[in-house]
């Protein structure tokens, strides 16, 4: 088994720079360039979700990101449209995550053992291209166990329960939800999965699940984002890895 790492990487999900961008059309903001100042302020990797409706990311930035070489993790449901993209874009690595069109973000984790059979060929089809695979999953024992059966590399457990929690001030429900989520991650890791956590991730609620030593990745996107406007991309970045250092 490997050792816990000491350092945590850190992505950051650059999907809404493209909202901002497509609420005007045109080129600004651009969200290579936001890719750029999030890794020269210590991101580790850029996630950008291309979903089906194509709502902030569109193909044209997946190109760009890839031209760019930018260290890409690709978001994206588990479709013969998306496998297609990512075999052809070839992005460092993938996190498949269940969507459904009217939802505003991803809302909850893939059902991997209902879904083993269309799972097990897109994580087949992305390995087999060298792209290293993480399921967006709940911190729940069965889920891990079917990740663990179909081979992936990394799970990214699913922190929006918590951090929803954690904000509505109540310690009963967020203590739980993030024993929940120390019992994943310890499953993960013993079962030689590699473990990531996300959603929902602020300066207030980064430390708990950052402080979990077999978490390796954390993936923070809409706080940064929206933080940036009050005080630039550059400096909320370095704080949340600040925040992320000091946990570990
Ligand atoms: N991980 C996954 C799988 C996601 O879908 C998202 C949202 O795009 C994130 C992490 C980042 O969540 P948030 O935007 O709440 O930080």
């Known amino acids: 088994m490997a050792a816990k790492p000491d350092r945590l990487r850190l992505g950051v999900n650059i999907d809404h720079v493209a909202t901002i961008r497509n609420a005007r059309g045109g080129s600004h903001p651009d969200p290579v360039r936001a890719a750029r100042v999030a890794l020269a302020a210590g991101a580790d990797v850029i996630t950008a979700h291309l979903r089906e409706d194509r709502r902030h990311i569109a193909d044209r930035d997946l190109d760009a990101l890839i031209q760019a070489d930018i260290p890409l993790n690709l978001e994206m449901a588990a479709t013969d449209e998306m496998l297609r993209i990512a075999l052809a874009a070839r992005p460092s690595s993938c996190c498949i995550v269940p969507e459904r069109r009217e939802e505003r973000t991803t809302e909850g984790g893939l059902d991997v053992a209902e879904n083993a059979k269309r799972l097990q060929t897109a994580v087949s089809s992305l390995k087999q291209a060298k792209i290293s695979v993480s399921l967006f999953v ?57 473990v990531h956590a996300g959603h929902g991730l602020s300066f207030d609620n980064v430390a708990d699940v950052a402080a979990i030593p077999e978490v390796v990745e954390l993936q923070i996107g809409h706080f ?15 704080r949340m890895r600040k925040l992320m250092d000091a946990a570990r």
């Open 138 to 194: 709940e911190p729940d024992p069965r889920q891990i166990e079917a990740a663990h059966a179909l081979r992936v590399e990394a799970v990214e457990l699913h922190s929006g329960a918590y951090a929803n929690a954690a904000e509505a001030g109540n310690p009963d429900d967020s203590n739980r939800l993030l024993a929940a989520l120390r019992n994943a991650a310890g499953d993960a890791w013993r079962a030689g999965i590699e």
């Open 224 to 238: 940064l984002i929206g933080e940036a406007l009050f005080d630039g991309l550059e400096n909320v970045i370095r």
